[in-house]
């Protein structure tokens, strides 16, 4: 009886553990890939010949790793590749850390969403011009970069 008793209490340990252990997973794959649609747009279009992409990549002096990945994407008269970055857009915006769109005369006139996670901030902004185009820019900073600090450009002191 006393090892029938064990087993299931090991049995149902085990089972709470795994339990926690894929919902603790999940959670964090989510906010790793809370951009996901997004990232899975650029992937498919950024070779597209009827798209203009420029990608600019700063490393880091010391220590040669990748620092900042800046990327520009011009989309011109293909309104279903631009429904399709609007869809993704939507599908990942509630995951952004802030997101942000304005319309003005009844139409989009720009869309922006921040990402944050410990290691790399993602920003993707939107800017809807006439005749349907659209200008994709997007920041992915990684931790060596914190940001740009003012006062050390200018010279100045934090106090």
């Known amino acids: 009886m006393y090892v029938y008793i064990k087993k299931i209490t090991t049995m149902k340990?085990?089972?709470?553990?795994?339990s926690l252990f894929i919902i603790l997973t999940s959670f964090g794959l989510s906010k790793l890939n809370a951009q996901e649609n997004?990232?899975?747009?650029?992937?498919?279009?950024?070779?597209?010949?009827?798209i203009d992409v420029t990608i600019i990549t700063n490393n880091n002096p010391e220590s040669k790793k990748v620092d900042k990945e800046i990327y520009s994407i011009v989309i011109s008269?293909?309104?279903?590749?631009?429904?399709?970055l609007i869809n993704a857009y939507n599908k990942?915006?509630?995951?952004?850390?802030?997101?942000?769109?304005r319309r003005s005369k009844g139409k989009d006139v720009s869309y922006h969403c921040v990402f944050k996670n410990k290691d790399i901030n993602e920003t993707f902004s939107?800017?809807?011009?006439?005749?349907?185009?659209v200008t994709l820019s997007i920041i992915k900073s990684y931790s060596t970069n914190r940001g740009f600090d003012f006062h050390s450009y200018r010279g100045g002191s934090r106090s």
């Open 13 to 18: 340990t085990t089972k709470a553990i795994l």
């Open 38 to 50: 997004l990232w899975r747009w650029v992937e498919k279009y950024k070779k597209d010949t009827s």
């Open 77 to 84: 008269d293909s309104p279903k590749i631009i429904d399709e």
């Open 92 to 101: 990942d915006k509630q995951n952004a850390y802030s997101h942000s769109e």
């Open 126 to 133: 939107f800017s809807f011009g006439r005749a349907n185009s």
